[in-house]
């Protein structure tokens, strides 16, 4: 009923404005003074939601732009860290090579790639084996001195019994005062120089090197430096420590003497026998 009255009340003012243009100018007006605020704030409105939507737009972009340079940065670091490690081991590596030029021995070139399995010996284990040239016995070096010692070898893996382990002996000179001696392993992170005599002097800090008398190690290489010298009591001996030169726990790369050994001396081979099968080897 509503509807039908406002089109009676429409008609009837359209047939009045056709008769009477000067109404119908005054109604165009008062309408466009109702409806432009209308308008205005439709337009209002309008403007805030597209801003709005922009603005999240451009939010949602921003976000995935960081997440995209967050993974960026992420593959640099990781590229980074890696491409520092290489040049890392090319250091050791090229370290290698100067010791084999300098100390003019055939070696090869080793990584360690394990520590004894069975927990019971002071070893290591490394990539290269009999099909490298690599056997029983040579001696294992490092830039810094002494290693160890080859005591089994497969086609492509040797197990290196270490200077610490206390199967272990290495004919010795102290650099200075030319006292000789043994260094044995005291099965920790230490060695001892051993039958060396009172009548010797050997102060702390003086250095221990290879003697060359056991047919293993070349004369010369670095063993370590003396920690500590106590007489023995009830003994002509002194009880001497040693901090071996190189550091066993940061071992990633070493040197395996594969070249023809030195010939043995007039006086008794010093070296103790290696490890085989897993036992412990008898002084020689």
């Not at 206390?166 to 005291?186: F, I």
Request: neutral net charge; charged residues 20%.
């Amino acid at each position: 009923m509503l509807s039908f009255s406002l089109l009676c009340v429409s008609l009837l003012l359209t047939a009045y404005s056709a008769r009477n243009p000067a109404f119908a100018r005054i109604g165009t007006t008062v309408l466009s003074e109702i409806v432009s605020p209308l308008h205005g704030g439709i337009d209002a409105v309008a403007d805030g939601v597209s801003s709005t939507w922009g603005r999240y737009f451009n939010l949602v972009g921003l976000a995935e732009q960081n997440r995209s340079l967050a993974e960026q940065v992420s593959r640099l670091e990781s590229s980074q860290a890696s491409f520092e490690e290489q040049r890392r081991e090319n250091e050791r590596l090229r370290a290698l090579l100067e010791l084999n030029s300098v100390s003019q021995l055939k070696g090869v070139a080793a990584s360690v790639v394990a520590s004894e399995p069975s927990g019971w010996v002071k070893g290591i284990v490394v990539n290269k084996g009999t099909s490298h040239g690599v056997a029983e016995g040579m001696a294992v070096v490092h830039p810094r001195g002494v290693v160890g010692q080859v005591v089994s070898s497969g086609p492509n893996f040797s197990r290196v019994l270490l200077m610490t382990d206390h199967a272990s002996g290495v004919d010795a000179l102290v650099q200075d005062g030319r006292a000789r001696g043994v260094v044995e392993g005291l099965g920790s992170s230490s060695c001892e120089l051993k039958y060396v005599g009172k009548e010797s002097v050997v102060r702390a800090g003086d250095v221990v090197v290879t003697s060359g008398m056991d047919g293993v190690f070349p004369k010369g290489l670095n063993i370590g430096s003396v920690s500590r010298v106590a007489p023995e009591t009830g003994t002509l001996l002194q009880r001497i420590d040693l901090k071996p030169a190189v550091d066993f726990s940061k071992l990633e790369e070493v040197l395996i003497v594969v070249g023809e050994r030195q010939q043995k001396g007039d006086e008794p081979q010093a070296i103790k026998a290696p490890l085989q099968h897993g036992g412990r080897g008898e002084k020689r």
